[in-house]
């Protein structure tokens, strides 16, 4: 009867317990499922349908222009604007004294004449150094500006090169032992100095040893400025002692 298990329906007296997978029933085997092919209605063509364009980014053409680094602005410097000075004014006389040369500014422009009180001043100091009271008088006045045609520059450094060379070259004629300078324009533009050098000894370059002195106008309006003209004089006077010895 190809019977492989058998199990009551009740419980047999004095029988052996039962297993218990032999009491579990065994699923039945599920159907196969069997697909249909669908069979799609036909639909006429119709005009087909325009696809939305997508834009693709691409590469420019155009290379882009190279990043240039940040550059900082630097400040201009300030340029300093250039006052151009008037021409100075003044006329100065070269004199020799024994082995001195005595450049003194002259008061009025004017040539010396014997009565002027500057000149008789002059002749008075020159006595009291002892020195000749009668200077011999070298070349013209010096006047500036000078007077010439053309585009010449006439500020103070022109000035004070003509003066210096003016006065050399007069130092290469014969020997001098102290060079006077009478006055402000003699001091300063020979001298390259200010009226606080006045009573006091100077080396300039190219002209040796000079003496800066007050103006001989000033001298007079101011008589009291004598006495210390005269310690200088002290002081300095070995110079051309020495020299006429």
């Known amino acids: ?59 420019s053409v155009t290379p882009r222009p190279a990043s240039k680094p940040a550059v900082v602005a630097e400040a201009a410097p300030a340029v300093a604007k250039v006052v151009q000075l008037p021409p100075p004014r003044f006329a100065l006389q070269l004199l020799r004294a024994g082995r001195c040369l005595v450049l003194v500014e002259l008061p009025t422009g004017g040539a010396f004449q014997s009565r002027d009180p500057a000149y008789l001043l002059l002749k008075d100091m020159l006595r009291a150094a002892g020195l000749p009271d009668s200077p011999q008088i070298i070349g013209e006045p010096v006047r500036w500006p000078l007077l010439r045609r053309g585009n010449v520059d006439q500020g103070p450094d022109a000035a004070c090169e003509f003066v210096q060379g003016f006065v050399m070259a007069r130092l290469e004629e014969a020997e001098c032992a102290c060079l006077w300078l009478i006055g402000l324009p003699a001091v300063r533009f020979a001298g390259e100095a200010n009226a606080e050098a006045f009573n006091r000894e100077l080396e300039i370059e190219g002209l040796g040893c000079a003496w800066a002195l007050p103006g001989l106008e000033l001298l007079m309006d101011e008589p009291q400025r004598k006495a210390d003209v005269w310690q200088a004089m002290r002081r300095l006077m070995a110079r051309w002692k020495q020299n006429d010895e």
């Not at 209605?41 to 939305?52: F, H, K």
């Not at 364009?53 to 691409?58: H, Q, S």
């Open 1 to 59: 009867m190809q019977v492989v298990n058998w199990l009551p329906r009740t419980e047999l007296p004095f029988a052996a317990p039962s297993r218990p997978e032999l009491l579990v029933l065994p699923e039945p085997p599920a159907e196969p499922v069997i697909t249909r092919p669908v069979v799609k209605a036909m639909v006429a063509p119709s005009a087909p349908a325009e696809r939305p364009k997508i834009e693709v980014p691409r590469p």
